[in-house]
């Protein structure tokens, strides 16, 4: 079975640009979440997606928006570019709700490495 | 404070050691616990699950203490295929959404060497 899948794989930017990454999640999961991991750090939280509705949102400013669409896939988007958003954006979903709550476990994809110059 | 702490290392270790990570969390509404492995410049894996009453896996023995907030990772028989940066992440319930916040330390440089 397939995996998360990101895409692009890479992609370079300057300051000022906007930028489109997107996600599939696992077959069979309906939630996605997105995280941001600049080098020598862990990843942090942006966004949490389950049945197209935001379930959550990390500490980063409103030039970070996401969306889910009907079939669980999602797009992260970043307006105005700044040169601190060059990181590795990750992907990860969630098997489906699990006791009334969305699973806790998460299976992260291969990233997004974006520079921006 | 960050809310979750692990000493970055590196360890280096010789094949076949035991070596243990350590981390601590600051929440205490913190609700699940886990262990990722991640490979240089790759997507972080799930290792291991971490509960109270201790669970293994091979040669992977993961603890957590509620009381203290501390999280333990213990690998015996160290081989050259373990080297990695191995994170600790605690796991939130978001209220408001109903979501799950996944929190990472900087995770812990592990080198296993001949």
């Known amino acids: 079975d397939a995996g998360v899948t990101q895409s692009p794989t890479h992609l370079i930017k300057t300051r000022g640009q906007h930028v489109t990454l997107r996600c599939s999640p696992i077959?069979?999961?309906?939630?996605v979440s997105w995280y941001q991991q600049v080098l020598g750090q862990g990843p942090q939280f942006i966004f949490q997606?389950?049945?197209?509705?935001?379930?959550g949102r990390g500490n980063f400013p409103d030039r970070f928006s996401a969306r889910q669409f009907p079939n669980y896939s999602s797009e992260l988007n970043v307006n105005a570019l700044l040169l601190g958003d060059s990181a590795l954006y990750l992907c990860?979903?969630?098997?489906?709700?699990?006791?009334?709550?969305?699973?806790?476990?998460?299976?992260f994809g291969p990233g997004t490495r974006l520079t921006v110059l | 404070r960050k809310e979750v702490e692990q000493d970055p290392g590196p360890f280096n270790v010789p094949e076949g050691a035991t070596v243990a990570f350590n981390c601590t969390y600051s929440?205490?509404?913190?609700?699940?616990f886990f262990w990722y492995r991640q490979d240089c410049r790759k997507e972080p894996k799930l290792l291991m699950s971490?509960?109270?009453s201790g669970n293994e896996d091979g040669r992977f023995t993961a603890q957590l203490n509620r009381a203290s907030q501390y999280i333990s990772l213990l690998i015996r028989d160290s081989k050259l295929s373990d080297s990695a940066t191995y994170l600790c992440?605690?796991?939130?319930?978001?209220?408001?959404?109903?979501?799950?916040?996944?929190?990472f330390g900087t995770g812990t440089q592990l080198k296993v060497e001949l």
């Open positions: 929440n205490s509404a913190s609700q699940s």
């Open positions: 971490v509960y109270s």
């Open positions: 990860a979903s969630s098997p489906d709700l699990l006791r009334g709550r969305l699973a806790d476990t998460q299976y």
């Open positions: 992440v605690v796991n939130y319930f978001i209220l408001t959404g109903g979501g799950n916040k996944l929190t």
């Open positions: 997606y389950y049945e197209k509705e935001e379930r």
């Open positions: 077959s069979g999961h309906k939630s």
